[in-house]
């Protein structure tokens, strides 16, 4: 039995995908997670923000919400959504994380519905936030569990741009040219993007699953690093610090 979950090495990973004096915007679950994490293991002046309007908090429990007072403890500055997402818009933000039903080749993701839209088969809540801040925000980071019907050759609805279909097309669109997807993290492997081609690729898979399993459980072709790694284990450091002091109350490890 392993002494890790699947949702402890996604948060692990990624918290060390966040460096100490970078600036994040988070959601609530394993995204803040994450953050927490980082802050607490090797990053202490990484700069929280929520789209609530916290700034610089300094969370002491697993908030349930981006608008739980939580997320305003110990915070640099109490603002507004307004606030928060025109610092996305100055380019101030360096970091995102996201999520969605499905995910393509190129990073575009999909929490709208799957089908047609205007007679969809399953509707979903929408952009929020998501949106702008895949748009604005230099690094979009993506925590999900992995299997076929999520990552698919075309999302049937854009909701977060990714790179579009490819290589400048996010720049012809209008979007910054510093920004785009960053990083994949799922129950498998972590997946970053071709620079060539801007297309989705295998950088390490985790110990315990081989790449058919990756392959198998991916609606598209995978690119491969020239070395694929193995994904380093959590620490029992970042361990404790997760289960004693990010949530002890298993909201969010317990998903696992």
Not at 60 to 66: A, D, F, K, R, T
Not at 140 to 166: A, C, H, M, N, W
Not at 183 to 189: G, H, N
Request: proline residues 6%; charged residues 20%.
């Amino acid at each position: 039995m392993s002494r890790y979950s699947a949702m402890e090495l996604m948060i692990a990973v990624g918290a060390r995908s966040l460096p100490d004096h970078a600036t994040v915007v988070v959601g609530t679950g394993a995204p803040c997670a994450a953050a927490m994490l980082a802050q607490k293991a090797h990053a202490p002046h990484l700069v929280v923000f929520f789209e609530a309007g916290a700034i610089g908090s300094q969370i002491p429990q697993m908030p349930i919400s981006v608008g739980d007072s939580r997320t305003f403890h110990r915070a640099l500055m109490a603002t507004s959504m307004n606030t928060v997402m025109d610092t996305c818009s100055r380019g101030q933000i360096g970091y995102t994380f996201l999520g969605g039903a499905q995910i393509d080749p190129y990073g575009n993701l999909n929490s709208t519905c799957i089908g047609d839209w205007a007679r969809p088969k399953v509707r979903f809540p929408g952009s929020g936030g998501a949106n702008d801040l895949a748009s604005l925000c230099r690094r979009t980071l993506v925590i999900t569990p992995q299997d076929s019907r999520r990552f698919v050759e075309k999302v049937d609805f854009i909701t977060s741009p990714g790179y579009l279909t490819g290589k400048g097309a996010r720049e012809a669109a209008g979007l910054p040219a510093d920004t785009g997807p960053y990083r994949v993290i799922t129950d498998l492997a972590v997946m970053g993007y071709d620079e060539a081609t801007c297309r989705m690729k295998l950088l390490s898979i985790h110990e315990g699953r081989s790449r058919q399993d990756v392959i198998d459980n991916t609606g598209f072709e995978l690119l491969f690093a020239d070395t694929v790694e193995t994904t380093p284990a959590p620490t029992d450091e970042e361990l404790e610090i997760l289960r004693m002091q990010v949530d002890p109350g298993r909201y969010i490890l317990g998903r696992a």
